[in-house]
């Protein structure tokens, strides 16, 4: 067992040289990272995921000073987004470089390119020296983990290496803004919203558009508990409960605040930031459970839960599958 975290993080780094992927924090969720210039060790990575070969991964540097090594075009926008918000959860989709394998971009002509905030992930990012792909920690289509346990659970032997950074601050994934077209487009919410991004750089359309790249996120089963899920209202969730038991089955719920009583489940703040950082371990803890129905209790609608409402409708979609193919 490596004892501090300078052992850790020189055990990280040989084994991203020798194209091995590793268990990395972020600020948003963990990820599967390899060394992106090496098409082998990128190939563990769907591998590993179950992941299809044309699905882009999104690069991950230093700062933004790495961006001409990956990106063939960096427009202003660009420099304002990573000027104002990197480190940080937020990746720019751009015009790719020759650098970038296929394997990365699953042969497309744009990249993401993300900067994280997480203390240990730039710690590994300087001493690495390069970019490294890294797409969540998760088999296809499941939930993300914001924690090393997650990663383990998930990997086991598969990923030997797991760098335990703790709890992610952010609990879902990064914003992925599209600046590689002649209109910014938001292809995925995130906690950076809409509204901070057009403070920086003016109007940003939201969701996938016609020509926007495929985006793994924008399919619409994704995150998805194995437990069959429905999301409602306060009032409608309790009676459904009911119904629910007094038909025999056993049921979980994921409560605002405060559980109903006499009932088995998970409760989060109603505050979108706070309920975000939770989401993805609650849901983990719900599946594991092994009830028959997972209720969810709507969150409020308005601007900040946009993310958040994103993340559980792909869950809603998704769940109940009983394989890891969306
Ligand atoms: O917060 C995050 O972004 C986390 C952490 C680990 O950094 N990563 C993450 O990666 O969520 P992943 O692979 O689970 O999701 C990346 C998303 C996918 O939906 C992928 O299709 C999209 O980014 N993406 C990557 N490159 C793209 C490109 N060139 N054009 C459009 N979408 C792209
Ligand atoms: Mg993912």
Same mark, same amino acid.
């Given at each position: 067992m490596s004892t501090s975290n300078e052992t850790r993080i020189d055990d990280a780094v040989a084994a991203l040289r020798r194209g091995e992927v590793i268990g990395l924090p972020t600020e948003t969720v963990y990820g599967l990272a *390899? !060394? *992106? +210039?090496q098409p082998a060790a990128v190939a563990k990575i769907f591998a590993l995921k179950g992941r299809p070969a044309d699905h882009p991964l999104i690069v991950h540097i230093?700062? *933004? !000073?790495?961006l001409p090594m990956w990106a063939a075009t960096i427009p202003p926008a660009a420099r304002q987004l990573a000027q104002a918000f990197? #480190?940080? #959860?937020l990746t720019l989709i751009l015009q790719r470089? $020759?650098?970038? #394998?296929?394997t990365v971009t699953g042969g497309q002509d744009t990249v993401g390119l993300r900067c994280p905030a997480h203390p240990l992930a730039l710690q590994v990012l300087r001493a690495f020296g390069g970019g490294l792909a890294a797409? +969540? &920690?998760?088999?296809?289509g499941r939930i993300s983990p914001t924690t090393a346990a997650h990663v383990r659970d998930e990997f086991g032997a598969g990923v030997p290496i797991v760098l335990d950074g703790g709890?992610? &601050?952010?609990?879902i994934e990064s914003t992925i803004v599209d600046l590689s077209g002649d209109t910014p487009r938001i292809l995925r919410p995130g906690m950076i919203s809409q509204a901070q991004i057009e403070a920086v750089i003016g109007p940003v359309a939201l969701g +996938?558009?016609?020509?926007s790249p495929r985006a +793994?996120?924008?399919?619409? $089963?994704?995150?998805? #508990?194995r437990t069959p899920m429905l999301m409602l209202p306060r009032a409608a969730l309790e009676n459904e409960a009911q119904q629910q038991r007094a038909l025999g089955k056993r049921v979980a719920l994921l409560a605002l605040d405060a559980l109903p009583a006499d009932s088995e489940g998970e409760i989060l703040p109603n505050e979108a930031t706070a309920y975000a950082h939770g989401l993805y371990a609650a849901l983990r803890t719900l599946d594991a459970l092994g009830a028959n129905l997972l209720l969810v209790e709507r969150p409020p609608e308005?601007?900040?839960?946009l993310a958040v409402h994103d993340r559980l409708r792909r869950a809603t979609v998704g769940a109940g599958a009983d394989d890891d193919a969306p």
């Open positions: *390899a !060394d *992106a +210039s230093a700062d *933004a !000073d790495a990197w #480190p940080g #959860p470089t $020759a650098h970038v #394998p296929d797409p +969540s &920690a998760n088999r296809f709890d992610c &601050a952010v609990g +996938s558009g016609v020509h +793994s996120g924008t399919l619409e $089963a994704h995150y998805a #508990p308005h601007g900040d839960w």
